[in-house]
Protein backbone atom coordinates (compact mmCIF):
# COMPACT_ATOMS: atom_id res chain seq x y z
CA UNK A 1 0.00 0.00 0.00
CA UNK A 2 1.45 3.26 -0.78
CA UNK A 3 0.01 6.81 -0.09
CA UNK A 4 0.21 9.69 -2.51
CA UNK A 5 -0.04 13.14 -0.63
CA UNK A 6 -0.38 16.25 -2.75
CA UNK A 7 -0.54 19.93 -2.08
CA UNK A 8 0.38 22.90 -3.94
CA UNK A 9 -2.74 23.39 -5.67
CA UNK A 10 -4.66 26.82 -5.89
CA UNK A 11 -6.58 30.08 -8.10
CA UNK A 12 -4.02 31.76 -10.29
CA UNK A 13 -3.74 34.01 -12.83
CA UNK A 14 -3.20 33.31 -16.63
CA UNK A 15 0.33 33.46 -17.08
CA UNK A 16 1.22 32.97 -13.25
CA UNK A 17 3.00 29.68 -11.49
CA UNK A 18 2.33 26.98 -9.02
CA UNK A 19 4.69 24.19 -7.80
CA UNK A 20 2.74 20.87 -6.86
CA UNK A 21 4.68 18.73 -4.53
CA UNK A 22 3.82 14.85 -3.92
CA UNK A 23 4.69 12.80 -1.28
CA UNK A 24 4.87 8.93 -0.66
CA UNK A 25 4.54 7.31 2.18
CA UNK A 26 3.80 3.34 3.32
CA UNK A 27 4.99 0.49 1.04
CA UNK A 28 7.54 2.62 -0.66
CA UNK A 29 9.88 0.26 -1.89
CA UNK A 30 10.51 -0.75 -4.99
CA UNK A 31 8.87 2.54 -6.19
CA UNK A 32 9.80 3.54 -9.61
CA UNK A 33 8.19 6.25 -11.60
CA UNK A 34 5.90 8.94 -10.48
CA UNK A 35 4.27 11.17 -12.14
CA UNK A 36 1.26 13.44 -12.44
CA UNK A 37 -1.92 13.70 -14.45
CA UNK A 38 -4.85 15.77 -14.73
CA UNK A 39 -9.11 15.60 -15.27
CA UNK A 40 -10.68 18.48 -16.54
CA UNK A 41 -14.19 18.84 -16.34
CA UNK A 42 -16.06 17.03 -18.58
CA UNK A 43 -12.90 15.02 -19.86
CA UNK A 44 -10.73 11.57 -19.15
CA UNK A 45 -7.47 12.01 -17.20
CA UNK A 46 -4.79 12.67 -19.40
CA UNK A 47 -0.85 12.00 -18.50
CA UNK A 48 0.76 15.58 -17.68
CA UNK A 49 4.18 14.32 -16.87
CA UNK A 50 6.30 11.12 -15.87
CA UNK A 51 9.64 10.61 -14.29
CA UNK A 52 11.47 7.48 -13.55
CA UNK A 53 13.83 6.70 -10.60
CA UNK A 54 16.88 7.82 -12.94
CA UNK A 55 15.16 11.15 -13.50
CA UNK A 56 14.47 10.60 -17.39
CA UNK A 57 11.32 12.89 -17.77
CA UNK A 58 8.73 12.57 -20.32
CA UNK A 59 6.00 15.23 -21.00
CA UNK A 60 2.65 16.05 -22.63
CA UNK A 61 2.93 18.13 -25.55
CA UNK A 62 0.50 21.01 -24.10
CA UNK A 63 2.57 21.66 -21.32
CA UNK A 64 6.30 20.80 -22.66
CA UNK A 65 8.30 23.96 -22.26
CA UNK A 66 6.25 25.61 -19.22
CA UNK A 67 6.21 22.80 -17.00
CA UNK A 68 8.82 20.60 -15.48
CA UNK A 69 8.83 17.61 -13.47
CA UNK A 70 11.68 16.42 -10.57
CA UNK A 71 12.03 14.43 -7.69
CA UNK A 72 13.53 14.10 -4.50
CA UNK A 73 14.32 9.84 -4.32
CA UNK A 74 15.30 10.37 -1.04
CA UNK A 75 12.01 11.74 0.18
CA UNK A 76 10.35 9.63 -2.24
CA UNK A 77 8.52 13.26 -3.70
CA UNK A 78 7.80 14.49 -6.78
CA UNK A 79 7.35 18.28 -7.52
CA UNK A 80 5.73 19.73 -10.48
CA UNK A 81 6.73 23.38 -11.51
CA UNK A 82 3.98 24.61 -13.54
CA UNK A 83 4.65 27.91 -15.44
CA UNK A 84 2.87 30.24 -18.18
CA UNK A 85 -0.16 28.92 -16.91
CA UNK A 86 -3.28 29.03 -19.31
CA UNK A 87 -6.88 28.41 -18.63
CA UNK A 88 -7.27 25.36 -20.21
CA UNK A 89 -4.33 24.17 -17.65
CA UNK A 90 -7.70 24.35 -15.05
CA UNK A 91 -7.64 20.62 -13.99
CA UNK A 92 -7.60 18.55 -10.79
CA UNK A 93 -4.29 17.36 -10.82
CA UNK A 94 -3.28 13.76 -9.25
CA UNK A 95 0.16 12.42 -8.24
CA UNK A 96 0.69 8.46 -9.68
CA UNK A 97 3.33 6.00 -8.31
CA UNK A 98 4.23 3.09 -10.04
CA UNK A 99 5.26 0.60 -7.82
CA UNK A 100 7.43 -2.65 -8.76
CA UNK A 101 6.83 -5.56 -6.90
CA UNK A 102 8.61 -8.90 -8.18
CA UNK A 103 7.86 -8.55 -12.38
CA UNK A 104 4.10 -7.29 -11.40
CA UNK A 105 3.62 -3.27 -11.56
CA UNK A 106 1.07 -1.73 -10.22
CA UNK A 107 -0.51 2.05 -9.84
CA UNK A 108 -1.37 3.78 -7.21
CA UNK A 109 -2.91 7.65 -6.88
CA UNK A 110 -3.33 10.47 -5.00
CA UNK A 111 -6.94 12.10 -4.11
CA UNK A 112 -6.13 15.40 -6.56
CA UNK A 113 -5.48 18.95 -5.98
CA UNK A 114 -7.72 21.48 -8.02
CA UNK A 115 -6.01 24.02 -10.12
CA UNK A 116 -7.93 26.86 -11.76
CA UNK A 117 -6.44 29.47 -13.71
CA UNK A 118 -8.50 32.64 -14.55
CA UNK A 119 -8.17 35.08 -17.75
Known amino acids: QVQLVESGGGLVQAGGSLRLPCAAS????????MGWYRQAPGKQRELVAVITSGGSANYADSVKGRFTISRDNAKNTVYLQMNSLKPEDTAVYYC?????????????WGQGTQVTVSS
Open 26 to 33: GSIFGINA
Open 96 to 108: NAERVVLTINRVY
